[in-house]
């Protein structure tokens, strides 16, 4: 089955620990992207990538950091640097080419402070 | 203003019943237009997209552009229990370097009633 996977679904993180969300997509898609969640606010970019190892700032990327070295993989770290990181974290991923570019979801990780 | 407004309900109907959920936006640059369900706890999925004003069809629901007014609608028919979930508006537009962008709604809870 062709499809975004995010782990873990849930995380949990101390005061002052980075900690790692995965995303992977087997959907032979160029562009992914990491989007944050939170309640009353919708959906906020975080950073996207067009293309390996290439990515750009989204509207919110202060205190997080991705890399593109694979095609099928984008992760994103939530470095201490990040205050209040309680959310729920989306991974989308979509085409560069033709005329829809629609944006496919995974199926998110909620990263809990302690 | 912002750029996607979307009422956050929360919207509960009896099962059955039309549903009309809109968002207005207010950047003419938006190209594509986009309705996504999101299941409690889960990520988002995509329902519809458009790009020209006017209705698209697929099942029970109906997805409406309105550029001159800047408004989009869905609309869902004989609505049911399984309809319950939260429906977030999308809008596409180029943001430079052969890279798109997606704006979200927050997002309008409905609740069907059995």
């Known amino acids: 089955d062709g499809g975004i996977t995010q782990s873990p679904k849930y995380l949990f993180r101390k005061e002052g620990q980075n900690v790692t969300l995965s995303c992977e997509q087997n959907l032979n898609h160029d562009a992914m992207y990491w989007y944050r969640q939170d309640p009353g606010q919708g959906l906020r970019l975080i950073y996207y990538?067009?293309?390996?190892?290439?990515?750009q700032k989204g509207d919110i990327a202060e205190g997080y950091s991705v890399s593109r070295e694979k095609k099928e993989s984008f992760p994103l770290t939530v470095t201490s640097a990040q205050k209040n990181p309680t959310a729920f974290y989306l991974c989308a991923s979509s085409t560069t080419s033709g005329s829809s570019l629609t944006q496919y979801f995974g199926p998110g990780t909620r990263l809990l402070v302690l | 203003q912002k750029e996607v407004e979307q009422d956050p309900g929360p919207l509960s109907v009896p099962e059955g019943a039309i549903v009309s959920l809109n968002c207005t936006y207010s950047n003419s640059a938006f190209q594509y237009f986009m309705w996504y369900r999101q299941y409690s706890r889960k990520g988002p999925e995509l329902l519809m997209y458009t790009y020209s004003s006017g209705n698209k069809e697929d099942g029970r629901f109906t997805a409406q552009v309105d550029k001159s007014s800047k408004y989009i609608s869905l609309f869902i028919r004989d609505s049911q229990p399984s309809d319950s979930a939260t429906y977030l508006c999308?809008?596409?537009?180029?943001?430079?370097?052969?890279?798109?962008?997606?704006?979200f709604g927050k997002g309008t809870k409905l609740s069907v009633i059995p």
């Open positions: 990538s067009q293309i390996v190892n290439d990515f």
């Open positions: 999308a809008m596409r537009r180029y943001s430079g370097a052969g890279s798109y962008q997606l704006t």
